[in-house]
């Protein structure tokens, strides 16, 4: 009941994403444009770029982070078993045998979780640097190709709207 609660709560404070993010791109795009000119359409064409990969790379994080979760969910059944079943494991003398046995399972999870890292920080990276990258691209492709000279007024303006 509390998550479907907490779902319609995310609904009416994000639910007007929907419409203003394209409204307020497209008002960006546009006064970039009048702005820089060709220049601030091929900067927001490096999103389109940097679009799939990012997808992939999240589409890889998903993927990694459901195979970690069944592996912490096997590393927590074990221990749990040799926690309950202690005084059999003494007697018989299995306890290496199973630490060991949750060992091994924990080291394959923290390798999952090590690659995980690295895709969230690759996915930090993407999503950070593409803001810096379209301002690049941008003011490069305008004075460059353009062949006008970037002023202060123009880097300002540009970037207050970035």
Known sequence: MSVDSFNVMLLFSMGHYIWAVPFKLILLLIL????????????AATIYVLSPLQYWVCTKLSKLQKEALTISDKRIKHTSELLQGIKLLKLHGWEKVYANMVKEI?????????????????????TQGSAILLTLVTFSVYSAIEGRPLTPAKVFSGLALF
Request: hydrophobic share 50%; no cysteine.
């Open 106 to 126: 924990r080291a394959e999870e923290l390798k999952l979780l090590r690659k995980d890292a690295i895709l969230v920080a690759i996915n930090t990276f993407i």
């Open 32 to 43: 970039l444009y009048k702005q820089l000119g060709y220049s601030a359409l091929v900067g």
